[in-house]
Each structure stands twice: as structure tokens, then as C-alpha cells.
């Protein structure tokens, strides 16, 4: 299997369970992907759903004609929080920019890479540049160059930072909180942020 899928009171966790292909997420996989968002977003159990990873790179690509899954916040009333480590490129990346709110371990690489393969994607761009601005993600998918941790701070593509070792903890306790809190409060907050872009 591709993912795992684990209810922790009202937090929905998927993870990518394919390290030994870098979590790289091929047409298959994404479509599950999606699929489990979808239902996790419309059970009433779910107040929030964490995108985790196992092994040592968050999702190294992601099958770039996949659109829904890259749009997928501007579809759903429950908050998505991504918990990033090691790598996040291309189609990774824009599941990043997905996220709600997004933590990443110190010392993870970025990427908008896919035209040093003479490709370009421009769902996954467009999700990018939702979270760091047109300009910045031009210049990324132009170069293809990767980026710093710090780097994905200062352009607002993560939100905070934190040793590797703690990237689990921090992340879970963030998703929880976002969980319990009130539903309707929570779902007038993302339709807000939503309408305003």
C-alpha cells in the first residue's frame, strides 16, 4: 500500500508509506490520496487530517496531471497540516502548498524541479504560487533550483521549523488542537480564507 491511514481521535493521519521510492506518489497513489482527504474532510469524527511520511523524505513527486488532488484545499472544510521532512519536490511541493499550516525538520530540501526535465506542470504551479506568490514561484520553476528550510519559512510556504526529532510531536499536536477545535468556527475561518485567495 501506498499510504497509511490511521484515525487518532479526531485527527485523520495519512501518510505516504513508499520510502523506498522516496514516497514518489504515481497516478494510483494520488488518486487515493485524494479519495482518502475526501472522505476524511466528510466524517464527522475527522476535525482535522495531518499528511505525514514515513521514512526519511516527505514525497520526493507526485503525478502532475493528478489537478484535484493539487487543489484540493479549496474543496474541503476541515484543515490540512503537513508534517515535512528531508525532501518535498515538484508534485511533493505543491502538497506542501496545500497545507493549511505546514511544519517542516530543519535541513529539508524544496523544489519546483520538473523543468530540468523538459516538463512543466501548470496545476502544480499554480499551487505554489497560491502560497509564495506568482513572481517567486516563476523564478522557481524556471530555475528548477532547490531551496532551504529556511528559505520555505521566509516565503510562507511553511509555518514553522523544528529539529527532526521533534517534527512529529510538533506537528501532531498542532493537527489535534486544529481538530478539537470548534467545527463551525473552523470551517467559517477556511470558506473565508478561501474566498479572499
Not at 68 to 76: M, Y
Not at 110 to 118: A, K, P, Q, V, Y
Not at 144 to 170: I, K, N, Q
Not at 183 to 186: E, G, R, T
Given at each position: 500500500?501506498?499510504?497509511?491511514?490511521?484515525?487518532?481521535?479526531?485527527?485523520?493521519?495519512?501518510?505516504?508509506?513508499?520510502p523506498?521510492?522516496?514516497?514518489?506518489?504515481d497516478?494510483?497513489?494520488?488518486?487515493?490520496?485524494?479519495?482518502?482527504?475526501?472522505?476524511?474532510?466528510?466524517?464527522?469524527?475527522?476535525?482535522?487530517?495531518?499528511?505525514?511520511?514515513?521514512?526519511?523524505?516527505?514525497?520526493?513527486?507526485a503525478?502532475?496531471?493528478?489537478?484535484?488532488?493539487?487543489?484540493?484545499?479549496?474543496?474541503?472544510?476541515?484543515?490540512?497540516?503537513?508534517a515535512?521532512?528531508?525532501v518535498?519536490?515538484?508534485?511533493?511541493?505543491?502538497?506542501?502548498?496545500?497545507?493549511h499550516?505546514?511544519?517542516?525538520?530543519?535541513?529539508?530540501s524544496?523544489?519546483?524541479?520538473?523543468?530540468?526535465?523538459?516538463?512543466?506542470?501548470p496545476?502544480?504551479?499554480?499551487?505554489?504560487?497560491n502560497?509564495?506568490?506568482?513572481?517567486?514561484?516563476?523564478?522557481?520553476?524556471?530555475t528548477?533550483?532547490?531551496?532551504?528550510?529556511?528559505?520555505?519559512?521566509?516565503?510562507?510556504?511553511?509555518?514553522?521549523?523544528?529539529?527532526?526529532?521533534?517534527?512529529?510531536?510538533?506537528?501532531?499536536e498542532?493537527?489535534?488542537?486544529?481538530a478539537?477545535?470548534n467545527?463551525?468556527?473552523?470551517r467559517?475561518?477556511?470558506?473565508?480564507t478561501?474566498?479572499?485567495?
Open positions: 500500500m501506498s499510504l497509511r491511514v490511521e484515525q487518532d481521535g479526531r485527527l485523520c493521519r495519512i501518510a505516504f508509506a513508499i523506498e521510492k522516496r514516497n514518489v506518489l497516478a494510483e497513489a494520488c488518486r487515493a490520496l485524494l479519495r482518502e482527504i475526501i472522505d476524511a474532510a466528510a466524517a464527522d469524527q475527522t476535525g482535522a487530517i495531518l499528511l505525514e511520511a514515513d521514512g526519511p523524505v516527505f514525497c520526493a513527486g503525478e502532475p496531471d493528478s489537478g484535484d488532488l493539487f487543489t484540493i484545499r479549496e474543496r474541503i472544510a476541515k484543515p490540512i497540516v503537513a515535512v521532512q528531508g518535498a519536490i515538484s508534485g511533493g511541493l505543491a502538497l506542501v502548498a496545500n497545507a499550516v505546514a511544519i517542516a525538520a530543519q535541513g529539508t524544496f523544489g519546483l524541479t520538473d523543468i530540468r526535465e523538459g516538463k512543466w506542470s496545476v502544480i504551479f499554480r499551487a505554489i504560487a502560497a509564495v506568490g506568482d513572481r517567486r514561484a516563476m523564478e522557481l520553476g524556471l528548477g533550483r532547490v531551496f532551504s528550510t529556511p528559505d520555505a519559512l521566509a516565503w510562507g510556504l511553511v509555518h514553522s521549523v523544528a529539529p527532526a526529532f521533534e517534527l512529529d510531536d510538533r506537528a501532531t498542532i493537527a489535534t488542537a486544529l478539537n477545535a467545527p463551525a468556527a473552523v467559517e475561518a477556511l470558506s473565508r478561501d474566498r479572499q485567495g
